[in-house]
Every structure is written in C-alpha cells, then in structure tokens.
C-alpha cells in the first residue's frame, strides 16, 4: 500500500518560510515524479511543483516562481518543497502527489498523479 505522509505545515507570518515533506513508503520512490497542489478554500486544487524521478527537471507555477523550490532525496524517499517570501494568498492546504507510473509527463493539471498525501495547512498572516 503506497502512503505519502506529509509534516511542516503551520502558521507563518508574511514574508515568513516554511518547509513541507512528504515521505513516500510502499513503492519504489527514485522511479516515479512528485509533486505538490494546493487548495484554499472555496477555490480549485491547483498545481505548485512538481519534480522529475531524478531530480533533475523542476516544475513551478508562475505564481511561485522564485519563491519556492521542490528537491527530493531518493535515498530518503522524501520530497521536499522549501517556501520563502510567504504571502496571505499562499494559505492553503498543500498536497504531496506521486505519478501514477513511471516515466510520466508532467503537468499542470492532476491527470499524472496516481497518489495523494492527506494534505497539510499552511497559514500566512498578514
């Protein structure tokens, strides 16, 4: 059974940091992407990061470009996703995914993601 378990999450003031994992067991975790979405309330799930099977190719949306930045460590079956420059409209609850196979394409939207963490909130204040 694959389970992603998210921890960091917390309240924070703007301009503030905060670092989430997400810690993967139950599959092989160097071969497949990971990810993180968001959703704040009454609003959408929506795409943050994502990173490649090695690490190698990163992912952002606009919207947190130069503030974020996701890494993995294989050997640690962790991914992690670093947040600085926290602003009021980053409070969500942030989600760790995992591709559904290996070698997937990446996208924007959730069709590559075969698995879901439980999710972790993050407060900014202003």
């Known amino acids: 059974q694959v389970q992603l378990i998210e921890s960091g999450g917390g309240l924070v003031q703007a301009g503030g940091s905060l670092r989430l994992s997400c810690r993967v067991s139950?599959?092989?975790?160097?071969?497949?992407?990971m990810g993180w979405f968001r959703q704040a309330p009454g609003k959408e799930r929506e795409f943050v990061a994502a990173i490649n099977w090695s690490g190698i190719l990163t992912y952002y949306a606009d919207f947190v470009k130069g503030r974020f930045t996701i890494s993995r460590d294989n050997a640690k079956n962790t991914v992690n996703l670093q947040m600085n420059s926290l602003k009021p409209e980053d409070t969500a609850v942030y989600y760790c995914?995992?591709?559904?196979?290996?070698?997937?394409?990446?996208?924007?939207?959730?069709?590559?993601?075969?698995?879901w963490g439980q999710g972790t909130q993050v407060t900014v204040s202003s």
């Open positions: 139950g599959r092989a975790f160097s071969s497949y992407a």
């Open positions: 995914a995992a591709s559904s196979y290996a070698s997937v394409k990446i996208t924007t939207t959730p069709e590559w993601v075969g698995y």
